[in-house]
């Protein structure tokens, strides 16, 4: 669908508003030639009849001097009669005239407020969807998509341009529908008071028609490329902000500058470029309705000339009218950039939009209950963005078991538990959880089934109890404490100076790497599920705090089936089997003993200081 007939589709869900809107914009423009039609009215009726009146005592003073001056007498005294007459009478025509004339305002004015308010309400809700779509779309994107974007990219659709599309939405149906009533209302106006000099006055249009043509047939790429780069500075932006200790640290801000200033430039001189077109857009599409006036005025003049029957008083109905004729086009100029410039925005939202969900985000096959949690791998092989990781992957967990994932690093460990909770599709074999292939499934129950701490122990701008609680919405204080002593995390919460209510900052910027994955330990021990992943989960703690999350993890390893990615000895030892990855390859698997004898990669492995340093 075309993208603007895309944008206004958000007023079609509220016919009812869009209904009031019209009829107030019609009822609007309905009022517009009344102030026109009182100013002839008052000329014809009244300024032109009273001028006559008034020439007669005057063509009477002249017959004075006539031999016949005494048989005019009595007419003059009359016609002064009938000119005091005339003139109550004309004043309180002048009177109605203006009044009505000041009714039609007050009308026009009435309905535009009233206009403004459904439009508001309208507005407001259409937007309202929009984001809403957007950012649930966002959450039911594949990870792979967001692999190949940046954060700041995405940031700038949806602060910058679902408020360009707004405008769009806003402005288009105030300037753009009240501009072709407008257009229509006193182009029929103009040419039922007077065919030829109506034409006259609609002379510009077409130029203006050719104009807005010709200037929109380039300006799509020129919004676009503002768009793009203006995309690409904020996601330079935000890496840049994310990445601010990095920058300090290598002392690189002059560079991070120059790179900055690179794109901001761009922008610049993509502004410009938009802006130097609408320089000579504008000013000529100005020209062109000024001749219209000019039109008016010449051809207005030689119809009174050649036709009496036509009465100065055309000019006053073309000129007082003629700028709600004018307006409304220099009004479809800006919409005119205005279109061009959210249609821009709209693409890119709308690409997001029509991105593919996620294989079963909304629906799918649902695990039996209750979940036993056996977990088989069956030839199972994935790449990402065609470079092929994991090979042939064959493996079972049985219920209960922890399984132990080692290997260099690189070797595919992350991305095999990844494909457990469906963040990557495989690409052939077969993974099943109690005998349900994983791709039928569907996805949000799935990952409700597992508790997953990840390698980088996320945590969200809020307060201890919110992070905690992404784990189980209902905990009650009494479990988050259990689990946060499970996790070993007590200590340092009590600490904190607002204990649970203590805000982490961004990422939880406030805490150590080694508290943040406790919290993370926390969090996905009050989520309680059959199933369970630790990648990496106590990297960042030392060995006397590991030991001791461990034993509590004990415990919860034994009624789960568990994956643990580690590269210390004393977290994998006790694992039921142990599965060696090489390359995206399983090349070893056993228990610690059966490998240690084997003498191959782990047994090479576990000698090497990164996995045995604190094995003893
Ligand atoms: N999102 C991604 N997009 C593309 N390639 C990726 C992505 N994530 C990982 N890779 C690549 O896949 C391979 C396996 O990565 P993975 O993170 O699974 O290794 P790992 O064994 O967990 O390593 P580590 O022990 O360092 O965490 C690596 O070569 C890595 O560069």
Redesign the pocket.
Known sequence: MNTIRRIFSYYGRYPKLAFAQLLCAILMTAMLPIFSEMSGRVYTDVIANYADKNTTPKITTTAENTPNSSENEPNSAQTHIHSEEYKTESKQKVLVYTLVALASFFARDFFNCLRILINNVFEQKAIFDLRSELYSKLQRLPLKWF?SRRTGDIMTRVAEDVPSMERLLIDGVEQGLIAILQIIGISAFLIWKDPILGVTALAPIPFLLIGATLYSRNARDRHREVKRYTGEMNALLSDNIAGVNQIKSYAAEADELVRFNKLSNKVRTATLRVMRYWAIYSPSMSFANSVGYTLVLGVGGWRIISDPSIGTEIYLYFFTIMWALYEPITKLHGLNQMALASKAAGERVFEILDTEDELHADEGALLPKPIHGEVAFNDVSFS??D?P?LHNISFTAAPGQTIALV?S????????VNLITRFYEYDSGSITIDGHELNTLNKPELRSNIAYVT?DSFLFNGSVRENLQLGKRDATDEELWRALDAANATPFIKELPNLLDTNVGERGVKLSGGEKQRLSIARALLKDQPILILD?ATASVDSKTEKLIQSALDNLLNTRTAFV?AHRLSTIQNADIIHV?DHGRIIESGTHDELCALGGKYAALSRQSFLNSDAQ
């Open positions: 692999d990402y963005d470079i990781t290997g690093t690189g070797a595919g460990k992350s991305t095999l390698q990496e990615i990855l």
